[in-house]
């Protein structure tokens, strides 16, 4: 490509990721704006039936006199009023049909910056892919049926921004667990904070787009298989291991060895941090099963004997992530139906 075209080419890009991220800046809090109008739209139906039959209020003689003009302007005041609760009924279509088609709308949106931040992060993806970029899963065995893994990530995960922010609440575990080896790294969020908070670290992924990614963000990345990886890692050199939605990805052969070699390769005091979906949440397994290279659910029992067979002490188990529940939904069931999505295992060497 003649060196004009390849610049303006590099300046049409430059341009197309400009728009996108100012299109995907706009958020509005939904839940906010359904909190007002649901409390309007009850004040109005508060105020839809308009009758003249209201009890009369004051002394026995005021309540005396009111009732006779009632009845003498019943003629006059009741059409009116049933004019009135016609226009009302009417006004209250009309706006329920307007709130509908906003939430029509308002739903587009969403789908619209959703595709938009998938588009920029697969831009990234093409400006930062490897001369040599073949794609391989974190599942070697489902490589086949996912060609596009990092497209595949990029919707079923979301943007960079909001696993970051998820996976915000593990910086502290590391904060004097330097060096730290993230563990199917994926494109590098959790590697972003803790460098933000001075923490050395460094990363593993198998799938060749999110390594090349991640190394776009600076960060030290290896392009390899997570348990390869960990056997040229000298033992007790590490002071943290970080798996992030990795483990449900791997045979109970590879998840035991990762286990294994997890603790050979931690220093005394080290931590091991790993966050998988928790199979007990209806709404986490619709995710689980939406991954083809998935290997099996862990329930968090079967995980915490792992680790503890493994050598680990010290273990923490936090549930994360717990869905909205809605208002009247009986508290036993919401326990079972909107349990937590995700849960992680802290443990110590």
């Known amino acids: 490509m003649p060196a004009a075209d390849e610049q303006t080419a590099q300046v049409d890009l430059d341009a197309l990721i400009a728009s996108l991220r100012e299109e995907v800046r ?8 359904l909190s007002v109008r649901i409390r309007a739209r009850s004040a109005a139906e508060q105020l839809w039936p308009v009758t003249a039959e209201t009890p009369p209020h004051g002394g026995p003689a005021a309540r005396f006199v009111k009732r006779v003009g009632r009845r003498l302007m019943r003629w006059y005041v009741e059409p009116l009023a049933r004019q009135q609760r016609a226009f009302n009924e009417a006004a209250l279509r009309l706006v329920d049909g307007l709130t509908e088609e906003v939430d029509r709308l308002s739903a587009a949106r969403d789908e619209r910056e959703r595709l938009l931040a998938e588009l920029e992060e697969r831009l990234l993806r093409v400006e930062r892919r490897g001369p040599a970029a073949a794609t391989t ?3 070697p065995a489902a490589a086949a049926a996912l060609p596009d893994y990092f497209g595949f990530e990029s919707r079923m995960r979301g943007p960079t921004e909001v696993v970051r922010e998820r996976q915000r609440v593990y910086v502290e575990d590391f904060r004097d667990a330097s060096p730290v080896l993230d563990v199917g790294c994926g494109r590098g969020e959790f590697l972003v904070l803790l460098r933000d908070a001075g923490i050395e670290a460094r990363g593993v992924e198998a799938d060749s787009d999110m390594a090349d990614f991640a190394r776009g963000e600076g960060l030290e990345v290896e392009q390899a298989d997570l348990v390869e990886a960990l056997e040229r890692v000298g033992d007790e050199s ?5 798996a992030g939605q990795v483990v449900e990805h791997l045979s109970p052969q590879a998840l035991q060895r990762f286990l294994d070699l997890g603790r050979a390769k931690l220093r005394r005091g080290g931590v091991l941090v ?3 979906i928790n199979p007990l949440s209806p709404y986490s397994l619709r995710n689980y099963f939406a991954y083809l290279t998935h290997a099996q659910p862990l329930v968090p029992g079967t995980l915490t004997l792992l680790v503890r067979e493994a050598g680990f002490r010290e273990l923490d188990l936090r549930y994360l992530n717990e869905p909205t529940r809605p208002d009247g939904v009986d508290p036993h069931v919401a326990e079972i139906l909107y349990a937590p999505l995700d849960y992680a295992i802290v443990a110590r060497r």
């Open 274 to 276: 790993i966050e998988t």
């Open 137 to 139: 899963p974190v599942a």
């Open 238 to 242: 590490l002071g943290g291991i970080f």
């Open 26 to 33: 706009w958020r509005a809090d939904r839940e906010t704006v």
